[in-house]
């Protein structure tokens, strides 16, 4: 399961990286314009994709009374399950900082570093290099059966980065900074994903998962609208 996520999150490192180069060579080169059309085109091909998606087997029927349950039955698991409710409660705090990196990662290119709109994309793709590294670095733990300790690493590292960019500002140690909070990120991911699936029962780990999900927006939103502050 571990070795899975690791590939999950591989890819998602990759992407982390060429989707801010590609919109920052974009940009520099063309109009904000033509980085949304591109932008649009690359999210219709990734829905032909995810509709080519099937499921093996037929779905057990519901009855009426378990398909009115359906929207509570993560939230109910999430409740009655402490390791869930710590580790969800982990990744929601993480998100906000994830939502207020979204901002500030502008302000730190334009106005602190100097290094005008492209920068943004330059510095979000160092996150996605980092996240590649860190694709190296959880692939030696994949077997384990404990993963609180990178969970909590992983943690740091997206908090003690930003900390010291604060009080270093400066273009060099900023770039390796935000690779470090990168490697935190694919830590928390791959560590806090695998924590949720084991802690979840199979029969409402989607669920769970849809639960799940919907804090990570709600916190990544509430980041975003804090970072003004």
Partial sequence: ?????????????????????????????????????????????????????????????????????TLLAGWRTIAAEAQLRVVIALFSIQTVVAGMLNVLV???AIEVLDIGTAGVGWLAG??????????????????RHRLAGPFAVGLLLWGI????????????????????????????????????????PDAVLGRVFGAFETLVLLSMGVGSLLAPL
């Fill in 1 to 69: 399961l571990t070795a899975a996520n690791v590939l999950a999150s591989g890819v998602e490192s990759v992407a982390l990286f060429a989707g801010p180069a590609l919109g920052a060579l974009l940009l520099s080169v063309s109009s904000p314009s033509t980085v949304f059309a591109v932008t649009a085109c690359l999210a219709l091909v990734a829905v032909a994709l995810v509709a080519r998606i099937g499921i093996a087997g037929d779905p057990a029927p519901e009855t009426t009374s378990a398909r009115s349950h």
């Fill in 106 to 108: 502008v302000a730190l």
């Fill in 126 to 143: 160092m996150i996605g290099i980092g996240a590649t590294i860190g694709v190296f670095v959880v692939a030696g733990f994949a077997g």
């Fill in 161 to 200: 980065p930003l900390v010291l960019i604060a009080a270093w500002p400066e273009l060099a140690p900023a770039i390796v900074l935000l690779a470090l909070l990168g490697i935190g990120n694919t830590l928390v991911d791959v560590a806090g994903i695998t924590l949720m699936q084991r802690s979840a």
